[in-house]
């Protein structure tokens, strides 16, 4: 079975005022959304979990910890990690993390929380591991 985590900002630690973000994004429309992305994970008969990442020191090894509990297909990066400017090097940790962790799996980014099974699909729905 295909197995895809959903890799993310735990919501109350995003400052949604970063004009990078979309205007009006809050923890519960990013809440919402992920709860629409579990919701189609599984309509396409895919296992799936959400890991809560902090904007710290402590990212890396969470995403390793996390990655080391399971083999998964596919790990989605969330927006919160790779849009804001200021999250650079967070974005760096986190994919250094994947690779290492889990070299295997696929790694897709969604533009918000609702289209993850979407970005998730284009790397394993088909099998495609690479364009």
């Given at each position: 079975?295909?197995?895809?985590?959903?890799?993310?900002?735990?919501?109350?630690?995003?400052?949604?005022?970063?004009?990078?973000?979309?205007?009006?994004?809050?923890?519960?429309?990013?809440?919402?959304?992920?709860?629409?992305?579990?919701?189609?994970?599984?309509?396409?008969?895919?296992?799936?979990?959400?890991?809560?990442?902090?904007?710290?020191?402590?990212a890396g090894p969470e995403v390793e910890r996390q990655l080391h509990s399971t083999n998964y297909d596919c790990?989605?990066?969330?927006?919160?990690?790779?849009?804001?400017?200021?999250?650079?090097?967070?974005?760096?940790?986190?994919?250094?993390?994947?690779?290492?962790?889990?070299?295997?799996?696929?790694?897709?980014?969604?533009?918000?929380?609702?289209?993850?099974?979407?970005?998730?699909?284009?790397?394993?729905?088909?099998?495609?591991?690479?364009?």
């Open positions: 079975m295909t197995r895809i985590l959903l890799l993310g900002l735990d919501p109350e630690t995003v400052d949604y005022s970063d004009p990078a973000l979309p205007p009006g994004m809050t923890a519960e429309k990013v809440r919402a959304g992920i709860a629409v992305a579990l919701k189609q994970f599984t309509e396409r008969g895919w296992e799936s979990e959400v890991g809560f990442i902090h904007p710290d020191e402590t790990v989605v990066i969330g927006g919160g990690v790779r849009v804001p400017p200021r999250n650079l090097a967070l974005l760096e940790v986190v994919i250094n993390a994947v690779r290492k962790a889990a070299p295997g799996a696929a790694i897709a980014f969604n533009t918000r929380p609702d289209d993850s099974a979407d970005a998730a699909a284009r790397w394993v729905a088909a099998g495609n591991r690479a364009l």
